[in-house]
């Protein structure tokens, strides 16, 4: 066994470019949302093929708001895969609505679309609806593409037709991700739903330290975007000094504190300069790690012959974003999760779970959710855990990992 290492879960990959981007904001004495703000909504936008993006101050506002512009109204329902972060719930709840939990791909760890279409067709199929509870009429779907890997939004775009519903996207692990369509069309973030949100959080794959942005094709959307990120003004700060411009303003609606500042916004301009390339060293990262890990028993890799197949063949691997690198313990493996971070922490290397499903959580039992409601999400969250995964992993990084993965589960 190598040397102790330490391995950081993540390492931000920040460098010269970035510090002069900050320093021009600095030097330029403007500090909230101006220049790099719209820069980057011009350039994430462009990059990404929609026409319009708009930067909030994290990933979790951009939910609230992409949701808050789809026409779901409170009371309403919205279909979100058990298997998320708090915010992709929460933001549901924010609007007044009531995220409809569900269940996951046993292997991909997305939206069950068959679960799904069964509980548009019968809601009485849900475990909250066995139960007794009156299940509000379901009005929109949330997919959220899991550590990088997108959902089907063609068989998404399809249910959302046959029901007449809004679709958002939780696209905070995707950007850049996308997925082959019919005719091996690209389909990517935001191109078959009305508006996707994308977190800058400091582990993404671009990022702002702490932001987020909506991704929208719908020109009236994004003015009442900018109009509900700042305290629903119809003018930004930044350009009531515009030349020519007036002092006044006018409240249209409730609005939020919700706008990025500039030190923030320019952080990211560099990085999206250079997405491919950062892409590009997820994808070596990722492929190391496969070649080093594979053949470990009771192992499942994010990119092994079964996690292939679930994602619809290589093909739909390549547009893979690789934001995280989630492994599976199984049956076979010699010890359990929790002990494999235990020991893997005592080596040096910091691992996470992503996540817990919602159904399991405190607030969500206080809802009527039980154990044993979703199985293929219990099952997979018994032996998930998440390596170090970032853009700057070094080979001596990966091969420690990996050595450290196979000492404690070797037979
Ligand atoms: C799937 C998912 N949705 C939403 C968010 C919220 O993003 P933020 O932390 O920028 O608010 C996260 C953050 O990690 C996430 O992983």
Request: charged content about 20%; aromatic content about 8%; hydrophobic content about 45%.
């Amino acid at each position: 066994m190598a040397a102790k290492m330490e391995v950081p879960f993540f390492r931000a990959e920040l460098g010269q470019a970035e510090k002069d981007e900050v320093l021009k904001v600095i030097d330029s004495g403007w500090l909230t949302s101006g220049r790099a703000c719209q820069e980057l909504e011009r350039a994430a936008a462009a990059y990404l093929g929609r026409a319009h993006g708009v930067a909030v101050n994290n990933g979790t506002a951009a939910l609230h708001l992409a949701l808050l512009t789809s026409g779901v109204q409170p009371g309403q329902g919205v279909l979100v895969p058990t298997h998320t972060f708090a915010a992709t719930a929460e933001a549901v709840i924010y609007i007044g609505a009531v995220p409809i939990l569900c269940e996951v791909d046993p292997v991909t760890l997305n939206l069950d679309l068959d679960y799904a279409a069964r509980l548009l067709a019968d809601p009485s199929n849900h475990p909250l609806a066995r139960r007794g509870q009156k299940l509000p009429l379901i009005a929109a779907i949330l997919p959220v593409h899991y550590a990088g890997l997108m959902v089907d939004m063609e068989r998404v775009a399809a249910l959302a037709a046959e029901h007449n519903l809004q679709v958002v996207e939780d696209a905070a692990h995707t950007f850049g991700a996308y997925r082959l369509g019919a005719g091996g069309r690209r389909i990517g973030v935001g191109d078959l739903s009305g508006a996707a949100a994308l977190s800058f959080y400091a582990t993404k794959n671009v990022t702002t330290g702490e932001g987020g942005m909506v991704l929208t094709d719908d020109a009236k959307r994004a003015e009442r975007l900018l109009v509900l990120r700042l305290h629903g003004l119809d003018k930004s700060a930044y350009r009531r000094f515009e030349r020519g411009a007036s002092w006044r303003v006018d409240i249209l609606e409730l609005g939020y504190k919700y706008n990025l500042a500039d030190i923030n916004a320019a952080l990211a301009l560099p990085q999206v300069a250079r997405a491919d390339a950062l892409w590009q060293r997820r994808r070596e990262a990722a492929a190391a790690y496969s070649g080093q890990l594979a053949g470990i028993p009771g192992l499942g890799l994010p990119n092994d012959a079964l996690a292939t197949a679930a994602a619809g063949g290589p093909g739909q691997m390549a547009g893979h974003s690789w934001c995280l690198y989630p492994v599976r313990l199984g049956p076979l493996a010699k010890v359990g999760r929790d002990q494999c971070l235990t020991e893997l922490a005592q080596r040096g290397v910091a691992s996470l779970v992503h996540w817990q499903p919602l159904h399991l959580h405190p607030f969500y039992a206080a809802r009527g959710y039980r154990p044993g409601d979703f199985p293929a999400a219990e099952q997979a969250f018994a032996g998930l855990m998440s390596l170090p995964f970032f853009a700057g992993l070094r080979p001596a990084e990966i091969e420690y990992v990996a050595a450290c993965m196979r000492e404690v589960l070797a037979p």
